[in-house]
C-alpha cells in the first residue's frame, strides 16, 4: 500500500466529500492549498452526467473556490473517452440534457435524433429532459443489437435536505425491464471511469488515489480500478456501516482536514 504522501493526483468526489449541498466542508479549502504547497495534483470526478464541467465550475465558484474547468471530469466526458477509443465520430442516439449532447458533439460524435438512421451506439445519460418518446427509440435499436452504454449507474441524485431525484439507474432498470438488456457502465464504481481519466491527464494508476465519502461508489472504484481509495467519514459513510461492510478502504479518515493534517506532518 502506498504512504498517502506518495500520491501524486488525488481524485476527489464531490458532494459528502468537499461541499455538503451549498456548504463547504471544514478544511477544503487548506488542503487544496497544501497540495499546491507539495506540488501535488487534484481533480473533482462526478457521476452525475446531466451537467457539464461548466456548471460545477459555477458552483464551486459560488463556494468560493477559483477552480479551471480541465480541473473537473464526468462521467459523461468519461463516456465519450470510451466511445472514441471504439469508434471516432460514431453514431450515437443519446438519451441526455442538452449539456450533455453539447459534450458529445464537442468530441466529435454525430447525434441521431429519431428512427431514421441506425446508430452505432445508445447512450444512456442522468436525462432529466426524459420523454417516452426517447425510452421507446432507445429500446427498439437496443433489441436490434445496437451496442448499448451508460455514462453511470447510480439509481437516485441525492438533494438537499435528504430528498432524491430519480437517477440514470433507474432509467436503466426501466429499459432492462421492456428489453432484457443491460448496458455498459463507464461511471463509478467501474474502471471505466478511472481509465479515460488516465487517458486523459496521461496518469499511471499508482500515482493516484480516489477520495469520497460512499463506500459502493467511490471505495468501490478503488477496488474495481486497483487504485488507493481514501474513504472520508464526512458524507454519507458513518464509521459504523464501514465498519458493517465488506468493503475495505485503503485509508480512512473524518474528512479533508485530517488528510491535509496528515500531509504537512
Given at each position: 500500500m502506498?504512504?498517502?504522501?506518495?500520491?501524486?493526483?488525488?481524485v476527489?468526489?464531490?458532494?459528502?466529500t468537499f461541499?455538503?449541498?451549498?456548504?463547504?466542508?471544514?478544511?477544503?479549502l487548506?488542503f487544496?492549498?497544501?497540495?499546491?504547497a507539495?506540488n501535488?495534483?487534484f481533480?473533482?470526478?462526478t457521476?452525475?452526467?446531466?451537467?457539464n464541467?461548466y456548471?460545477?465550475v459555477?458552483k464551486l465558484?459560488?463556494?468560493?473556490?477559483?477552480?479551471?474547468p480541465?480541473?473537473i471530469?464526468?462521467?459523461?466526458?468519461?463516456?465519450?473517452?470510451?466511445?472514441?477509443?471504439?469508434?471516432?465520430g460514431?453514431k450515437?442516439?443519446?438519451?441526455?440534457?442538452?449539456?450533455?449532447?453539447?459534450?458529445?458533439?464537442?468530441a466529435?460524435?454525430?447525434?441521431?435524433?429519431?428512427?431514421?438512421?441506425r446508430?452505432?451506439?445508445?447512450?444512456l445519460?442522468?436525462d432529466?429532459?426524459?420523454?417516452?418518446?426517447?425510452l421507446?427509440?432507445?429500446?427498439?435499436?437496443?433489441r436490434?443489437?445496437?451496442?448499448?452504454?451508460?455514462?453511470h449507474?447510480?439509481?437516485?441524485?441525492?438533494?438537499?435536505d435528504?430528498?432524491?431525484?430519480?437517477?440514470?439507474?433507474?432509467m436503466?432498470d426501466?429499459?432492462s425491464t421492456?428489453?432484457?438488456?443491460?448496458?455498459?457502465?463507464?461511471?463509478?464504481?467501474n474502471?471505466?471511469?478511472?481509465?479515460?481519466?488516465?487517458e486523459?491527464?496521461?496518469y499511471?494508476?499508482e500515482?493516484?488515489?480516489?477520495v469520497?465519502?460512499?463506500l459502493?461508489t467511490?471505495?468501490?472504484?478503488g477496488?474495481?480500478?486497483?487504485i488507493?481509495?481514501?474513504?472520508?467519514?464526512?458524507?454519507?459513510?458513518?464509521?459504523?456501516s464501514?465498519n458493517?461492510?465488506?468493503?475495505?478502504?485503503d485509508?480512512?479518515?473524518?474528512?479533508?482536514?485530517?488528510?491535509?493534517?496528515e500531509?504537512?506532518k
Open positions: 502506498k504512504d498517502i504522501t506518495e500520491i501524486k493526483c488525488f476527489l468526489d464531490m458532494d459528502g461541499y455538503l449541498g451549498n456548504r463547504l466542508i471544514d478544511g477544503a487548506d487544496l492549498k497544501t497540495l499546491k507539495q501535488k495534483e481533480l473533482f470526478l457521476n452525475n452526467s446531466s451537467k464541467k456548471a460545477y459555477t465558484n459560488n463556494l468560493g473556490l477559483d477552480i479551471e480541465n480541473r471530469f464526468t462521467s459523461g466526458e468519461a463516456t465519450t473517452i470510451y466511445l472514441n477509443s471504439k469508434k471516432a460514431a450515437v442516439f443519446l438519451l441526455g440534457t442538452k449539456m450533455l449532447e453539447e459534450e458529445f458533439i464537442n466529435g460524435f454525430k447525434l441521431v435524433k429519431d428512427r431514421s438512421q446508430p452505432d451506439f445508445i447512450v445519460g442522468f432529466t429532459t426524459l420523454t417516452y418518446e426517447k421507446w427509440i432507445a429500446c427498439d435499436f437496443i436490434d443489437g445496437v451496442e448499448y452504454v451508460a455514462t449507474p447510480d439509481f437516485n441524485c441525492p438533494l438537499e435528504s430528498k432524491f431525484m430519480p437517477d440514470a439507474g433507474a436503466i426501466f429499459i421492456s428489453t432484457g438488456k443491460k448496458p455498459y457502465v463507464v461511471g463509478k464504481p474502471k471505466a471511469i478511472i481509465e479515460a481519466l488516465c486523459k491527464y496521461a499511471d494508476k500515482d493516484i488515489a480516489i469520497g465519502d460512499r459502493y467511490d471505495i468501490k472504484t477496488e474495481n480500478a486497483g488507493t481509495s481514501i474513504l472520508v467519514l464526512s458524507g454519507e459513510t458513518s464509521i459504523e464501514y458493517n461492510s465488506e468493503t475495505n478502504a485509508f480512512v479518515y473524518p474528512s479533508l482536514k485530517e488528510i491535509n493534517e500531509l504537512i
